[in-house]
């Protein structure tokens, strides 16, 4: 029931005694909430008798209360009051005071006042030099000083404040449109109580702030996000930084979550239902809808890693191929709210949606060869090894997005090889190196940071254009068959790839926006360069003596641009740099790169656009382009099975294990190259890969081999851990090409 709408025009008086009450703690009309037997709990009941009562004028009204009526619903601005309304100072001073007497009941007495309104409430704590009814006037370092010093106090204090609470948010979680800005601050200073730990309150008080939040309007999630985001000078126990204060909120969250899950998760366990997201109740959705709210201030603020906002026990409970398809179908689905999903749930959703297409485009293909003709079921690319390139280059460049979709094949020219996935792996390998290597010209290697980034050049090359495209189409094609790459370009490469997707290919549409941060992964020097430009003491024009004209090499010539139009008559100075900085990241990311990147994108998406990829941040695109860095051979140990005779306890596995436990990271990755056809870690770490050991005969001075189609390495039964450990390191250091299967 909306109360604004419904109570305009009548007294607005008895909505004010019901939620917010006189102030007076015991006050003696019944119907007042600061009354300890006030009757009404539930928010409708309090809305239908707040309506009943305004429309017949029956009395009951509370004499303390004030006469004039609310504009606004809640927007009642209370006078500060000295002897109601509390701050830092007065907290203090009421809690020596209370030592002193040896009885707390002063405190407890204007505790129970305080936290009985929501308005009064957030008139408290506020900066002595703001007027109080300011929406940014509150000091949360005093209210967390506040809380802090509560701990000293008997645990009727914290009772007494959790109840108050739990009773001004039951109401007003019901009618959120009543929230204004300035009551805002009450909501945060509930936010910040440290008993909202404590299980009791979670089911009530942390749901209620949850869809309060959600549900506010934009001028107090305004207000919400300056108090989160801005740091004021302040000291004392207690007190916590932005950092720890974000943190905190986005724990009680998942806490809350957690909680819910647990809950459902027996429901549906003993009921029989199946782990589906429509499961999941209101509580949850609007705790998922809070998360999402502190999310997006945190990508604004980084105050804390993307991954504190993974949710396990969701990612444990839900089956994400049903929930992709709600997904799809744009109903409620967790998939709305991927920044909770771990990047292991997300590379297995993908891979799931990425078998299923592939198995329909291959039933649509044999269907249509019946009625139609010959349809190939696979994307089959036939190569030279001599053009792997140009071969890979005039196949690709004509396929259809449908095309794409099927199931990767590769064959090699007059070899025998059937590709079960470890011939695809090996020619992802050799045309990425290839094609990646600064001696083709496509991409240039900063020798600090080991990066790739876009040769940059303005001529007009439509060769080059179309090698662009398919980098892109064979990164996205690895992606969709599940193959990790070697490959080594910096973060903003997928944010940019992030960001074409969201502007849907216009130009216009894109907003890029870049920081020294983004140029000092891929080129440290040149970022130290310009940082030391924005803060240079001195004269620039005297020191620099430059314009806003730029020089940069390309295939061996020399070509000027302009960051500005008439650049190379525009000096650079002290008043002008900042903005010379910015101009010159907009060149080297975007300007310099833009039709070389625009085909790369173009590429990339023709194969991943309207996928699961989309789920995903632009740093978990990278580990799943390139895999995890954790090199855990402890964890692979314990997923490795045994075949052909061998098991765990077996002398020749447990040299085996010996051995590799003691290699150099390098080792261990021509050990996994041998043994799989890659290199590089899947995403979740080396615990999700399928490794098996198979007994390849009896002891002999055969090398060892493997079959990288299904990631199985296999050993003679060597007499001896030295015969054993030359054999292995022999194959592994000669894998490229030999003993592959």
Not at 126 to 140: G, I, M, Q, T, V
Not at 177 to 185: A, E, G, I, Y
Not at 239 to 250: D, G, H, K, Q, Y
Not at 374 to 398: F, G, K, M, S, W
Request: aromatic share 10%.
């Amino acid at each position: 029931m909306e109360l604004t709408h419904v109570i305009i025009g009548n007294d607005h008086r008895y909505l004010r005694q019901f939620l917010q009450g006189c102030g007076v703690v015991p006050c003696n009309t019944p119907l007042c909430v600061s009354n300890p037997g006030f009757p009404f709990k539930d928010a409708s009941e309090i809305a239908v008798k707040a309506v009943e009562m305004a429309a017949k004028g029956t009395g009951d009204l509370c004499p303390r209360l004030e006469t004039r009526p609310v504009s606004g619903g809640m927007q009642r601005e209370i006078v500060a009051d000295p002897e109601v309304d509390l701050d830092i100072v007065t907290f203090k001073s009421l809690i020596e005071q209370c030592k002193r007497d040896q009885s707390y009941d002063a405190l407890l007495a204007r505790l129970k006042v305080v936290f009985s309104s929501l308005s009064r409430l957030s008139m408290s704590f506020a900066d002595p030099n703001l007027d109080p009814k300011n929406p940014l006037s509150l000091l949360l370092s005093d209210v967390q000083q506040a809380y802090w010093l509560l701990r000293e106090c008997p645990p009727e204090a914290q009772i007494l404040i959790a109840s108050a609470a739990e009773r001004i948010m039951s109401s007003v979680a019901a009618m959120p449109n009543l929230v204004t800005p300035r009551l805002m601050k009450g909501i945060l200073i509930i936010f910040m109580y440290p008993i909202l730990k404590e299980r009791p309150w979670q089911s009530s008080l942390v749901a209620n702030l949850c869809q309060i939040v959600w549900r506010s309007s934009a001028a107090c999630q305004r207000v919400l996000k300056y108090y989160l985001v801005t740091q004021r000078p302040s000291s004392g126990d207690g007190v916590a930084s932005l950092e720890e204060t974000m943190a905190w909120l986005v724990w009680l969250v998942h806490r809350f979550i957690n909680m819910r899950v647990e809950m459902i998760e027996g429901y549906v366990t003993r009921a029989g239902l199946p782990s589906s997201t429509a499961n999941l109740d209101d509580n949850v959705i609007s705790a998922l809808q809070c998360l999402y709210f502190f999310y997006h201030v945190n990508q604004e603020a980084k105050l804390i890693k993307y991954t504190e906002f993974y949710n396990e026990s969701l990612n444990g409970f839900i089956d994400f191929m049903d929930d992709f398809k709600r997904f799809r179908e744009k109903v409620f689905a967790l998939c709305n709210f991927p920044f909770v999903l771990t990047v292991t749930t997300k590379a297995n959703i993908l891979k799931l949606e990425s078998s299923v297409l592939m198995r329909e485009k291959l039933q649509l293909a044999f269907f249509r060869a019946l009625f139609a003709g010959v349809n190939p079921p696979y994307l089959l690319l036939t190569i030279r090894r001599d053009y792997i390139i140009e071969d890979a280059l005039v196949q690709l460049q004509h396929k259809s997005h449908e095309d794409l979709k099927k199931q990767l094949k590769v064959k090699f020219v007059n070899e025998e090889g059937i590709d079960e996935g470890g011939v695809q792996k090996e020619f992802f390998q050799l045309a990425m190196r290839e094609l990646i290597d600064p001696k083709y010209g496509m991409f240039t290697m900063n020798d600090e940071s080991r990066l790739c980034w876009f040769a940059q050049s303005p001529l007009e090359d439509e060769l080059a254009l179309d090698e662009y495209n398919m980098v892109g189409r064979l990164i996205g094609l690895a992606i969709y068959n599940g193959i990790i790459l070697d490959i080594h370009f910096p973060l903003a490469l997928y944010k940019k790839l992030a960001l074409a997707a969201e502007s849907q290919g216009d130009p216009n549409r894109l907003d890029e926006q870049w920081d020294l941060d983004d140029l000092m992964e891929i080129d440290p020097t040149l970022a130290k360069g310009l940082r030391q430009l924005e803060t240079f003491e001195g004269d620039v024009l005297e020191a620099y003596d430059r314009t806003f004209q730029i020089e940069y090499e390309s295939f061996g010539q020399t070509f000027q641009h302009d960051l500005i139009p008439d650049g190379v008559n525009i000096p650079l100075t002290n008043t002008n740099r900042i903005e010379f900085v910015k101009e010159y990241l907009k060149f080297y990311f975007t300007t310099s790169i833009a039709k070389q990147f625009n085909a790369f994108s173009e590429g990339f998406h023709l194969v991943t656009l309207g996928s699961a990829i989309q789920l995903f941040r632009p740093e978990e695109v990278e580990q799943l382009i390139c895999g995890s860095p954790d090199l855990d051979f402890n964890a692979l140990e314990q997923i490795t099975q045994y075949e052909g005779g061998f098991h765990a306890k077996s002398r020749i596995i447990r040299w085996f294990w010996e051995t590799v436990h003691a290699y150099e990271d390098k080792d261990k990755k021509r050990l996994l190259f041998f043994a799989t056809g890659s290199d590089r870690v899947p995403i979740g770490g080396l615990g999700h890969l399928s490794f098996t050991i198979s007994k390849n005969g009896p002891d002999s001075m055969r090398l060892p081999t493997s079959h990288t189609c299904y990631n199985t390495l296999m050993l003679c039964a060597y007499s001896s851990k030295e015969r054993l450990q030359e054999r292995l390191m022999t194959a592994i250091g000669n894998a490229e090409g030999f003993g592959l299967m």
